[in-house]
Nanobody
């Protein structure tokens, strides 16, 4: 059973920080690289960051490199996204899921969680 529960989103001002959390079911989390994605209104869902099961390989979208940090706690089936120096263009709904190398492999809506809203505005 797919279970993804994201939390931590909020309304913040530019330059502030947020930490997102995602608790996943074992069927998704175990042995899988995990990732964060985001979707802004009127735009396609896009990749933000990923981390392999052992944490040895981490990737970031160019737009967040140097500002966001992904991490995971395998014992808690939880993946985190520390977001610093937030910008208005980071405004989106953020989702976690296993890592998909291309958007063509993204699953249907039934295999995503509800996401958590991040709004960056002054």
């Amino acid at each position: 059973q797919v279970r993804l529960v994201e939390s931590g989103g909020d309304l913040v001002q530019p330059g502030e920080s947020l930490r997102l959390s995602c608790v996943a079911s074992a069927s998704i989390f175990s042995s899988n690289a995990m990732a964060w994605y985001r979707q802004a209104p009127g735009k396609e869902r896009e990749f933000v960051a990923s981390i392999t099961s052992g944490g040895g390989t981490i990737m970031y979208a160019d737009s967040v490199k140097g500002r966001f940090t992904i991490s995971r706690d395998n014992a808690m089936y939880t993946v985190y996204l520390q977001m610093n120096s937030l910008k208005p263009e980071d405004t989106a709904r953020y989702y976690c899921n296993q890592y998909y190398s291309s958007s063509r492999w993204y699953p249907g809506d039934e295999r995503w969680g509800q996401g958590t809203q991040v709004t960056v505005s002054s």
